[in-house]
């Protein structure tokens, strides 16, 4: 009897560590407009008892939130690689993976925005484009814009606003433009002085720009 006991000890042992353990991470909240990465372990194989381990493995950077868990969020202001050690508890087995967590779009804007709009078709500053400051299209750290733009008498001719959830970066330089059309499909606004309000918005602040913006043929 004790023979057949200590066989079928040794057969469930046997099958537990025959199962090859292995391990991926399920990342949600990746949008730009979201302020926190939610990371899941989902481990397969092995007895069902694990113990978690979370890195940061680029940059070099200590661990920031809690560790021993399967579920884990991160609030990053850089892009890092994050490692997941796994171990089975009962069998000792171990295994890991490495995920690129996006940093989130924390801290000041990164803009530059023209004061002139020549909308004559001659392809210079026919259009009021809001770009980063070294004039390129790269992202200005923002996931959501709102523009309002007036003429003299206060009157509204140009509205817009935007939140990015697609993808990690946000609001790109180009996104926030005018064509000098009265609400973007009309006709064009007459030459003179009008104002604009540019409101950008991050994970750590909201930040409204507001300046004048000369239309000239």
């Known amino acids: 009897m004790k023979t057949i006991l200590l066989l079928l000890v040794l057969q469930s042992v046997s099958m537990i560590q025959s199962m ?15 302020c926190s990465r939610s990371l899941a372990a989902v481990v397969s194989g092995g007895s069902g008892s694990y113990a978690y381990t979370w890195s940061i493995v680029t940059p070099a950077i200590a661990w920031p939130t809690t560790n021993g868990v399967a579920n884990v969020s991160l609030a990053l202001n850089q892009t890092a690689d994050v490692n997941v050690s796994v171990q089975d508890l009962n069998t000792n087995q171990m295994t890991s993976t490495t995920v690129t967590v996006y940093r989130v779009l924390t801290g000041s804007f990164d803009t530059f925005i023209p004061n002139l709009i ?8 026919d259009n009021w484009i809001v770009t980063d400051s070294g004039k390129n299209y790269s992202p200005i750290n923002a996931y959501s814009y709102t523009l309002t733009i007036k003429n003299a008498s206060n009157v509204q001719v140009f509205a817009a606003s935007a939140t990015v959830s697609a993808n990690h970066l946000g609001v790109i330089g180009g996104d926030i433009n005018w064509n000098a059309r009265v609400n973007g499909s009309g006709s064009i606004v007459p030459t003179g002085v009008y104002t604009y309000q540019l409101t950008l918005v991050n994970c750590s602040q ?4 507001n300046g004048q913006l000369n239309v000239l043929y």
């Open 20 to 34: 090859a353990l292995s391990v991926t991470i399920n990342q949600t909240g990746t949008g730009a407009n979201s």
């Open 118 to 125: 020549t909308p004559n078709g001659d392809g210079y500053n």
């Open 206 to 209: 909201s930040t409204a720009y």
